[in-house]
């Protein structure tokens, strides 16, 4: 080490791993959105809390601020380090560290990764339900820092709904114990709340008690064909009327076109312009029949003009892979994401807007549409043409954004659904948060983060 501060770190703390690589710096220094240059102090991977404290303290002894750090699969720039912060990095706190079958909570590490929380359920013959296409590299300190959503969220809500408890260590450095596994706790703030959601500007996640829930019945995996984008919201409907839906997502045929590219396999012949994946209890012939009458009755209506329905797990697994592959698929082409929301009420007339409000706006670039159409919550890529210079690409659908956020006003929807606003959409905080919020999330970052250091420059 040549920093004599870092010296003075590694001193106190001999087994604390720290790295200045190059490689380091820059891999560990960014998330999936690639716009910024990483550019970090050094990389620190603490192993225990007393690590993680020491560290905090001595970043406000030195005035340097710190960057929490899960998989790195965000698409905010919530963890990207730029201006010589240390990036702490969760990734060897990543322990089991109790099972309770009778509270059926699991508590673990921070740094254990979203997979593996699903497989420590299954293995006790629970679920840990939440569940998205990032869940082999994504943490749980990552998914309750941003609230992470995902392809489940019709049927068991968000991440916050899952975390009985917390343990958090502050911008100050003090370790807070919150809500310790409790189903009922009425003695004040629910500090709990306020760190879901957060993306690191508080203080770091150390350990979180996950509430589990019953494995679900077998389920089904249909995919199909959508004629029209008034005909989506239709679908819809008429499953949440007969079926017990677990998932319900969209995509349109450009996304079904990067993804084939990307090595999926074409579901059926013929193109269309919007596909459903949904997946659906089917425990019983009763709920086979139900599914039988949803199908018929969506193609009798013309809201549905083909389907598939997946016989095996395999085949499940592939259906899932047409809507699950899209951001892989795109990454190469640096997508702008939007990640917006409104209520599930508002999307048909929302839809019909935005995509006049994109044709208009992105003439010239190819847009893709696909996400949690179930939950009210629209992933809209653009892609970025090969020739356009990335600056100028943003800042032309920056541009855009500003219309669509008074599109989102009048609809009262929001900037991000489940990304959260990181750097990417910070600029846009102030039109879905009233200045009387703002005010308020300072006061707070101020309480617990007097200087600062927590994740400097994001979200406020
Ligand atoms: P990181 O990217 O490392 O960090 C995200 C934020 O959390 C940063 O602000 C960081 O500082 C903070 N943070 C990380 N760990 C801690 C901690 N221990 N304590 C305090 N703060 C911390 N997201 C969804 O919600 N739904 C989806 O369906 C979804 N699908 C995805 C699919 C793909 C292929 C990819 C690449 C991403 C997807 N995401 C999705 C986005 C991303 O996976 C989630 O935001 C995820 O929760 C981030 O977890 P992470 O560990 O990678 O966090
Ligand atoms: C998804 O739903 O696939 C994720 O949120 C990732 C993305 O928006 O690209
Ligand atoms: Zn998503």
């Known amino acids: 080490m040549?920093?004599?501060?870092?010296?003075?770190?590694?001193?106190?703390?001999?087994?604390?791993?720290?790295?200045?690589?190059?490689?380091?710096?820059?891999?560990?220094?960014?998330?999936?959105?690639?716009?910024?240059?990483?550019?970090?102090?050094?990389?620190?991977?603490?192993?225990?809390?007393?690590?993680?404290?020491?560290?905090?303290?001595?970043?406000?002894?030195?005035?340097?601020?710190?960057?929490?750090?899960?998989?790195?699969?965000?698409?905010?720039?919530?963890?990207?380090?730029?201006?010589g912060e240390v990036v702490?990095?969760?990734?060897?706190?990543?322990?089991?560290?109790?099972?309770?079958?009778?509270d059926r909570t699991l508590t673990v590490q921070a740094g254990i990764a979203l997979e593996a929380v699903q497989g420590a359920a299954r293995e006790r013959g629970l679920l840990y339900p939440v569940d998205f296409a990032a869940r082999g590299s994504c943490q749980i300190g990552g998914n309750i820092a941003t609230n992470a959503g995902g392809i489940r969220v019709i049927?068991?809500?968000?991440?916050?709904?899952?975390?009985?408890?917390?343990?958090?260590?502050?911008?100050?450095?003090?370790?807070?114990?919150?809500?310790?596994?409790?189903?009922?706790?009425a003695s004040g703030y629910d500090f709990r709340h306020l760190v879901v959601g957060s993306e690191g500007t508080l203080g770091i996640v150390v350990e979180a008690t996950l509430s589990l829930t019953s494995p679900p019945p077998p389920s089904q995996v249909m995919l199909l064909a959508v004629p029209a984008m008034d005909a989506l919201m239709k679908v819809f409907a008429e499953a949440r009327h007969r079926l017990s839906l677990e998932a319900f997502e969209f995509f349109t045929d450009r996304a079904?076109?990067?993804v084939l590219a990307h090595g999926a396999q074409r579901p059926f012949e013929g193109d269309h312009p919007f596909y459903v994946?949904?997946?659906?209890?089917?425990?019983?012939?009763?709920?086979?029949?139900?599914?039988?009458a949803?199908?018929?009755?969506?193609?009798?209506?013309?809201?549905?003009?083909?389907?598939?329905?997946?016989?095996?797990?395999a085949q499940a697994a592939a259906l899932w892979r047409l809507r699950e592959g899209i951001t892989e698929s795109l990454a190469p082409h640096k997508p702008y994401k939007n990640d917006i929301s409104v209520r599930i009420s508002a999307v048909p007339a929302f839809m019909e807007e935005m995509q006049q409000l994109l044709t208009t706006g992105y003439p010239d670039f190819e847009v893709v549409w696909?996400?949690?159409?179930?939950?009210?919550?629209?992933?809209?890529?653009?892609?970025?043409?090969?020739?356009?210079?990335?600056?100028?690409?943003?800042?032309?659908?920056?541009?855009?954004?500003?219309?669509?956020?008074?599109?989102?006003?009048?609809?009262?929807?929001?900037?991000?659904?489940?990304?959260?606003?990181?750097?990417?959409?910070?600029?846009?905080?102030?039109?879905?948060?009233?200045e009387a919020e703002i005010t308020l999330m300072r006061g707070i970052k101020a309480v617990w983060d007097p200087n600062g250091i927590m994740n400097p420059g994001k979200l406020l």
């Not at 068991?156 to 975390?163: I, L």
């Not at 949803?294 to 797990?313: K, L, N, R, T």
């Not at 599109?407 to 039109?431: C, D, M, N, Q, Y």
Request: charged share 25%; proline share 4%.
């Open 155 to 185: 049927r068991y809500g968000n991440t916050r709904q899952w975390v009985a408890g917390l343990k958090v260590v502050t911008g100050t450095g003090d370790l807070l114990d919150l809500n310790r596994g409790l189903v009922k706790n």
């Open 256 to 258: 079904l076109r990067h």
């Open 2 to 83: 040549t920093d004599p501060r870092l010296d003075e770190l590694t001193r106190q703390f001999p087994d604390l791993k720290v790295s200045v690589e190059p490689g380091d710096l820059e891999h560990h220094g960014r998330d999936w959105t690639r716009r910024w240059t990483p550019a970090p102090r050094c990389i620190a991977w603490p192993a225990t809390v007393e690590e993680v404290q020491g560290i905090v303290r001595w970043a406000n002894r030195h005035q340097v601020g710190i960057v929490p750090s899960g998989g790195r699969t965000g698409l905010s720039g919530g963890a990207v380090a730029t201006d």
């Open 88 to 102: 702490l990095s969760l990734d060897r706190m990543n322990r089991v560290l109790a099972f309770d079958p009778i």
């Open 370 to 434: 696909f996400g949690h159409i179930g939950d009210g919550n629209l992933h809209i890529n653009v892609l970025k043409p090969a020739d356009l210079d990335n600056a100028l690409f943003v800042e032309q659908c920056e541009h855009v954004t500003s219309l669509l956020v008074d599109t989102l006003a009048r609809h009262g929807g929001s900037i991000s659904a489940e990304h959260g606003i990181g750097l990417v959409k910070k600029p846009w905080l102030g039109s879905v948060r009233s």
């Open 277 to 292: 994946v949904t997946e659906f209890d089917a425990a019983d012939a009763r709920a086979e029949a139900a599914a039988l």
């Open 294 to 313: 949803f199908f018929e009755s969506c193609m009798d209506e013309g809201w549905v003009v083909d389907g598939a329905i997946a016989s095996s797990e």
